[in-house]
């Protein structure tokens, strides 16, 4: 059965700190997975995906993520984090064929501190 | 332009009462969902649609009724209301994309029984 587990409910950063937000998946076959934020009170918004192709995708807002298929991980990373980056944050994996439902992660809240 | 789009924002109801929330894409997908966010942020999907077609639905009370008039619309409606159904309710819809099926979402209702 998919599954993604986020190991970290709630990270604090400082503004200008690097960022990776942790994301390990389980799925039997060759998997889709996303990262989607979550600002206060806002419905889900697409970061950005992966399918196939080169392990480490660019998304909107400056992230990035790396597939690693041997860790089954996606993590989410960012090089200088803002003030507005704080929100939630989550990973989930799509299934390739039926129904095509997304499985998502609890989420990671992220604080950034001034 | 809004691309999901869902009315209420907010709905504050009693126990026992039915209610509906209504959802509407104007992207021109053909697949179309319900999630549920808990307490805990936690999304879990309750039902997918394809073309008016339900293709799944999960294990959710039947006392919640899924309809689709049309491509771009899906609504839900709920029966009895509980106290346990006070949760954010997201629609979203969907299309394949590069090789991937990528989900769009609504702002969320924030259904709060009393």
């Known amino acids: 059965a998919q599954s993604v587990t986020q190991p970290d409910i709630h990270i604090t950063v400082s503004e200008g700190a690097s960022l990776e937000l942790r994301c390990n998946y389980s799925?039997?076959?060759?998997?889709?997975l996303f990262w989607y934020v979550q600002s206060p009170g806002q419905g889900l918004q697409l970061l950005l995906k992966?399918?196939?192709?080169?392990?480490l995708v660019q998304g909107i807002k400056g992230f990035e993520a790396e597939f690693k298929r041997s860790q089954s991980s996606f993590n989410l990373r960012k090089p200088s984090v803002h003030w507005s980056d704080a929100a939630e944050y989550f990973c989930?994996?799509?299934?390739?064929?039926?129904?095509?439902?997304?499985?998502f992660g609890t989420g990671t809240r992220l604080t950034v501190i001034p | 332009d809004t691309a999901v789009s869902q009315t209420p924002k907010y709905l504050v109801t009693q126990m026992g009462n039915d209610k509906s929330i209504k959802c509407e894409q104007n992207?021109?997908?053909?697949?179309m969902y319900w999630y549920k966010q808990d307490s805990k942020k936690f999304l879990k999907i309750m039902f997918s649609?394809?073309?008016?077609?339900?293709?799944i639905n999960e294990t959710v009370p039947n006392r919640f009724s899924p309809k689709s008039p049309d491509k771009a619309h899906l609504n839900l409606h709920i029966n009895s209301l509980e106290l346990g159904d006070s949760a954010v309710y997201f629609c979203?819809?969907?299309?394949?994309?590069?090789?991937?099926?990528?989900?769009?979402f609504g702002p969320g209702t924030r259904l709060t029984v009393l």
């Open positions: 992207l021109g997908h053909d697949t």
């Open positions: 992966y399918f196939s192709g080169d392990t």
């Open positions: 649609y394809n073309n008016k077609e339900l293709i």
């Open positions: 979203a819809s969907s299309q394949w994309v590069g090789g991937v099926n990528e989900q769009f």
């Open positions: 799925y039997g076959a060759t998997p889709y």
């Open positions: 989930a994996v799509g299934e390739a064929a039926g129904a095509n439902n997304l499985f």
